[in-house]
């Protein structure tokens, strides 16, 4: 808030009329309480999905400290617990389960983004931290959240301890957000740049986590249930922090412990969704045509139980519990948006002109035919369990301030070769629908960050944009639609008042996909 209330002295060297200046300032500090509001709803959603409380909500060890309990299932202890994981929270869970284990945990391999563990250092988050002597092996890699050599060395380690367990031992599998890429082991012939190519691809097209997913299970040796199939017959606990919309345990990380129920057709299907099937490598097209022919089937995981131990819903529950607090109506729209990120910021511009025409009593009933233009586009976002109905008789029955809250993942489709995230991208686009619908005398915000702390390849966690974002953009000769084209919504942010419109975290050791916060308040 500090660095935003940095542009007030610029305002004051504004030729203004006196009843303008003191109607700007007003509007301002009427803003930059909304962002300190949302900042703070944003740190309690995350808050509630850190790994170590997560953990230990899951874990339990009886009086004995002889019998590990996960919810209602109970595992012999007698030093043969395994661990391995994989993801951007896996450290602290690592940290928290080992600290719980003590002596019962014989060894572990963790798979981590590169830079995870220096920058937890430096933030003195010492409980997402390992001890010095741990028996836990740390392996970073998959910068920019991409597969690498690194990697691949992490990988084929885990597979090693996975194959050497017996009857007797008990695996326990750490998944974050950020796991498949951090889990490369392709199926020779394909090796890990053609692997990569393709992942790259499909992502610039824009194609969906699952679909993502999809491909990279087909061609890995741990996905899709490999890691559970190598792990046999040791007993497999798969502790799940979901970063996938609806938590399906066999799309998180690409399903390590679930078998795959998707075909060879399914993978098929999407490259000819995304005009690559012509071009893939022979390596690609031989592992296919392998699995297409393969009489054992998929593997069985029977000897496997997997566990959700936290997702965005938690986090959207936590910050709804939060806004109320702070004397809000607060509504979770859905914790499953998804979708192209251009539609998306069309949905929260018009619901937000949408949400005058309730909160305005002058305004009551003038708005039937943006009624009908939002629930059309809801319509085509087919958002699941959407609570667009609620959130609108919220607004027209209580007059007051609302916050309406979401979670899920939009989707970029690459044009430009700026940077920024999705996050920032859709504040971005947000705060351009703002200024298309007049919001009167109605404040609004809306806040997008990622969970994690970081927004694609920068350091920011997201943005927050009011209505009166493109006017001043203009007064800084900043053109809106030029970053958009190029998809460099972080340059734009960082030029805007001196980044003030930026919501920055660090690393904060968790992954439950993104946060939306939208702000109505009446004036």
């Known amino acids: 808030m500090a660095a935003a209330l940095q542009v007030l002295p610029r305002l004051a060297r ?47 060890l009886d009086p004995s400290g002889r019998q590990l309990k996960v919810r209602d299932r109970s595992f012999q202890l007698r030093q043969n617990v395994y661990l391995v994981g994989f993801g951007k929270a896996v450290m602290g869970m690592a940290a928290a389960a080992e600290e719980l284990l003590g002596q019962h945990l014989v060894q572990g391999v963790i798979s ?17 931290l390992l001890k010095p002597h741990s028996r836990v092996q740390v392996f970073e890699g998959a910068e920019d959240n991409l597969p690498d050599r690194d990697a691949l060395r992490a990988a084929l380690a885990i597979r090693q301890l996975a194959e050497g367990l017996t009857a007797d031992d008990l695996l326990l599998v750490l998944i974050s957000g950020g796991g498949s890429a951090l889990l490369p082991a392709p199926i020779p012939p394909v090796t890990l740049e053609e692997k990569q190519t393709l992942t790259r691809l499909l992502a610039a097209r824009g194609a969906t986590i699952q679909e993502l997913n999809t491909i990279r299970k087909a061609l890995s040796q741990l996905k899709g249930g490999g890691l559970a199939q190598a792990a046999y017959p040791a007993q497999v606990v ?46 690609v097209k031989t592992v296919l045509s392998r699995a297409d022919s393969d009489p054992h089937g998929p593997h069985a995981c029977g000897h496997v139980l997997n566990v959700i131990i936290g997702s965005n819903v938690l986090a959207l529950a936590e910050a709804q519990r939060q806004a109320e607090a702070l004397g809000y109506q607060a509504v979770v729209l859905s914790a499953a948006m998804q979708g192209d990120v251009k539609s998306m910021a069309q949905f929260y511009g018009l619901l937000a002109h949408v949400a005058r025409t309730r909160l305005t009593p002058s305004m009551a009933g003038a708005s039937v035919e943006e009624d009908a233009q939002l629930h059309e586009l809801a319509a085509e976002l087919q958002i699941p369990d959407l609570q667009l109905e609620e959130a609108l008789e919220t607004m027209a029955w209580g007059r007051g301030p609302v916050c309406l809250l979401a979670g899920g993942e939009p989707t970029v489709q690459l044009q430009g070769s700026g940077r920024g995230g999705r996050n920032q991208e859709l504040a971005l686009r947000v705060g351009a629908e703002l200024r298309r619908w007049p919001l009167g005398q109605i404040d609004v915000l809306f806040l997008s960050g990622g969970t994690d702390g970081q927004d694609g390849p920068t350091e920011a966690a997201g943005a927050w944009v009011t209505p009166e974002l493109a006017s001043q953009a203009a007064a800084e000769g900043l053109d809106m639609a030029t970053f958009l084209a190029h998809n460099d919504s972080h340059t734009f942010f960082c030029r805007l008042q001196g980044g003030a419109h930026l919501l920055h975290t660090g690393m904060t050791g968790t992954n439950v996909m993104d946060t939306h916060l939208l702000f109505l308040r009446p004036q």
């Open 238 to 283: 798969s502790l799940i922090l979901s970063d996938v919309v609806g938590d399906p345990v066999e799309v998180i990380a690409s399903g390590p412990t679930v078998a795959s129920s998707h075909s060879v057709q399914d993978c098929l299907h999407i490259l000819n969704r995304y005009g690559l099937r012509a071009a893939l490598p022979r390596s």
């Open 112 to 128: 981590i983004p590169k830079g995870i563990r220096a920058a937890m250092e430096r933030a003195s988050k010492q409980e997402m």
């Open 14 to 60: 504004a030729p203004l009329h006196p009843l303008l200046w003191r109607g700007s300032v007003a509007r301002l500090a009427s803003s930059m309480a909304l962002a300190e509001q949302a900042r703070q709803l944003f740190e309690s959603a995350v808050g509630a999905v850190l790994p170590g409380p997560m953990l230990h909500r899951a874990l339990s």
